[in-house]
């Protein structure tokens, strides 16, 4: 089956340390994504990927880092400095090239900064 | 600057009503819009994509439509059952660019 995979689904952190959140494709798509979701504030970009090799910043970039070495794989990683970072985070893909091409989501992955 | 908004926040009727949601968007210069649902806990289910050529799209008991010229787009679900509850959200991809707006969604509640 095609699809997105996040993973870990739940994970805890202490402050001061970074972790890095996974996401796998096996659609074939070129862009990707990744979204933070807090109650009350909807879906926020934090960066996303329209090609290997090469990321931009969304609107809240701050004190997260991504990489982009592989079509497949678009791992996030929650360093330090992000403030808050208690949070939902999906990640999405969709076919690149295409402006009209429909998104699509994984299952999610749960971030608890203990 | 794309802004998407969707009201109500919170919406419950009895099982077995028709319903509709609404997405409004204030620039309508878009490629397109997509509807998704979202169960508690879960990631977001591409429900619906309407391109900015298409007047609506369905898909089983939905039915999406779009009217670019007002801002509008509404989702209708026929026949509501218990396991319609969840999280709908609209999403608009404008011209010129790169990211989905989307809005803060309409948590829907069947009733049996």
């Known amino acids: 089956d095609g699809g997105i995979t996040q993973s870990p689904k739940y994970l805890f952190r202490k402050e001061g340390q970074n972790v890095t959140l996974s996401c796998e494709q096996n659609l074939n798509h070129d862009a990707m994504y990744w979204y933070r979701q807090d109650p009350g504030q909807g879906l926020r970009l934090i960066y996303y990927s329209q090609i290997v090799n090469d990321f931009q910043k969304g609107d809240i970039a701050e004190g997260y880092s991504v990489s982009r070495e592989k079509k497949e794989s678009f791992p996030l990683t929650v360093t330090s400095a992000q403030k808050n970072p208690t949070a939902f985070y999906l990640c999405a893909s969709r076919e690149g090239g295409r402006n009209t091409g429909e998104l699509f989501f994984g299952e999610g992955s749960r971030l608890t900064v203990l | ?112």
């Open chain 2, 1 to 112: 600057k794309q802004e998407v908004t969707q009201i109500p926040a919170a919406l419950s009727v009895p099982e077995g009503e028709n319903l509709v949601l609404n997405c409004s968007f204030t620039d309508s210069a878009i490629y397109n819009l997509q509807w998704f649902r979202q169960d508690p806990g879960k990631g977001l289910t591409s429900l619906l994509l309407i391109q900015s050529s298409q007047r609506e799209q369905t898909s089983g008991r939905l039915n999406a439509s779009l009217d670019k010229s007002s801002g509008r787009s509404t989702l209708y679900i026929a026949a509501s059952q218990p396991g319609d509850s969840a999280t709908y959200l609209c999403a608009v991809k404008t011209q010129g660019a790169q990211k989905l707006v989307f809005g803060q969604g309409t948590r829907l509640t069947i009733n049996p």
